[in-house]
């Protein structure tokens, strides 16, 4: 798959500490929520795949911190749309990397092609961040 992204290492290390931080933020003001458990869940799973995103940008080339996203998102089972909690990280680690394509400025069509290969809720989950 052919990916191009224009920004460098630096500025997507940037961008994914600027995430963790609203990721933080969350944590930290889960227990105002309506579901503090599942609100606290789906912020540390999305703080995971950003620090796991840092950690490959710190060795990688952009192109390749990329790729490394879009495998970690087509191994996500597909729940958007359940409502089940058990789905809580899933769903945060989901929209990290959502949030990731968005900053890099992945070509919408790349990212609703790799969605489209993702398994169903029911298949294993391979935690590709730990």
Do not use: C, W
Request: proline content about 4%.
């Amino acid at each position: 798959m052919d990916v191009k992204v224009v920004l460098t290492s630096e500025e997507i290390k940037r961008g994914l500490k600027h995430y963790r931080r609203i990721a933080r933020q969350d944590l930290l003001r889960a227990e105002e929520t309506d579901n503090p458990e599942a609100f606290k869940r789906h912020a540390e799973a999305r703080r995971n795949v950003y620090a796991y995103l840092t950690e490959v940008a710190e060795t990688k080339a952009p192109d390749e911190v990329a790729l490394e996203a879009l495998k970690a998102y087509e191994e996500l089972p597909f729940v958007t749309g359940s409502e089940d909690e058990s789905h809580t990280e899933i769903k945060g680690r989901e929209n990290a990397l959502e949030n990731f394509f968005l900053m890099i400025g992945l070509e919408p069509k790349i990212r609703r092609e790799v969605r489209s290969r993702r398994p169903s809720s029911g298949a294993e989950l391979k935690d590709t961040t730990a």
